[in-house]
Nanobody, 125 residues
Framework: QVQLVESGGGLVQAGGSLRLSCAASGRAIGKFNKGWFRQAPGKEREFVAAISWSGSSTRYADSVEGRFTISRDNDENTVSLQMNSLKPEDTAIYYC??????????????????WGQGTQVTVPS
């Protein structure tokens, strides 16, 4: 049984910062690669960032490169997304995902087997 629960969403002004957390539970969840995706109203869900199960490698969407940082906690069951220099275009529901992947972090949605319920991030213009 794998469960993912996001937290930390909210409203922040453009240029501000916000930190999202994903608490994961389940057998061997620490060995799963994890990622963050987001979906804005009227748009398809898109890749944001991903991290290997060991935390040794990361991958980012071009739109957030240099502004967002994904990291893994010491307990191996928590992944965070530090978001800096936020823009109105970052407004979306953010989802945490996990997958029992053999390779490194991937932006491909169907390679993730488990998803959280999402947390809203709003950056007014």
């Amino acid at each position: 049984q794998v469960q993912l629960v996001e937290s930390g969403g909210g409203l922040v002004q453009a240029g501000g910062s916000l930190r999202l957390s994903c608490a994961a539970s389940g057998r061997a969840i620490g060995k799963f690669n994890k990622g963050w995706f987001r979906q804005a109203p009227g748009k398809e869900r898109e890749f944001v960032a991903a991290i290997s199960w060991s935390g040794s490698s990361t991958r980012y969407a071009d739109s957030v490169e240099g502004r967002f940082t994904i990291s893994r906690d010491n307990d191996e069951n928590t992944v965070s997304l530090q978001m800096n220099s936020l823009k109105p275009e970052d407004t979306a529901i953010y989802y945490c995902a996990a997958g029992r992947l053999l390779g490194g972090p991937t932006p491909t949605q169907n390679e993730y087997s488990y998803w959280g319920q999402g947390t809203q991030v709003t950056v007014p213009s």
